[in-house]
């Protein structure tokens, strides 16, 4: 396996829809809410209009609401209870993504880590096919 010991790294904060096979994430150099900010507004430009999105946090302390936590009109967060991350299908994304796209690689530069994970984030949104695939629990789903 290949090891380097510098230790730069970025973050992608994402989101998927599933019944609408669409997604949206931002590239972050820090975890923090100020950075979940960013992203819930990235995501609240993706909603469809007249639509309200719902999205699943983990306990993570940027997922807190607060003073600090800036949530759009037209999104909801729905908390999980902790240690259940197999109830948020973001998980099974990032599995995917550090298994088949962001593992057992080294970079060069900053850049080339950002480059990496855009092309991987871009790799799953332009397979609407794998989005389902991968955000859909049918014990999940809401019937109409």
């Known amino acids: 396996m290949v090891r380097d010991n510098r230790h730069d ?8 829809c599933p019944s609408r096979a ?6 972050m150099p820090v975890v923090n809410t100020e950075a979940m900010n960013k992203h819930l507004a990235e995501i609240s430009t993706q909603v469809a209009a007249n639509a309200h999105a719902l999205l ?6 940027w997922h807190q609401p607060g003073e600090r936590l ?3 009109e ?9 240690y259940a991350p197999e ?5 099974n994304v990032w599995d995917y993504l ?10 060069h530069c900053c850049e080339d880590i950002l480059s990496a994970c855009e092309d991987a984030w871009n ?8 989005i389902v695939s991968i955000g859909t629990r049918s014990w999940a789903c809401v019937k109409d």
């Open 56 to 61: 699943i946090c983990d306990g993570a302390g």
């Open 74 to 82: 037209n999104i909801t967060l729905m908390r999980l209870p902790p």
């Open 98 to 107: 550090r298994g088949n796209k962001l593992s057992s690689l080294v970079w």
């Open 22 to 27: 669409t997604g949206a994430a931002i590239i």
């Open 70 to 72: 800036i949530v759009p």
């Open 9 to 16: 790294s970025v973050h992608i904060f994402g989101a998927i």
């Open 87 to 91: 109830l948020n299908p973001m998980e």
């Open 123 to 130: 790799f799953l949104i332009n397979d609407p096919d794998r």
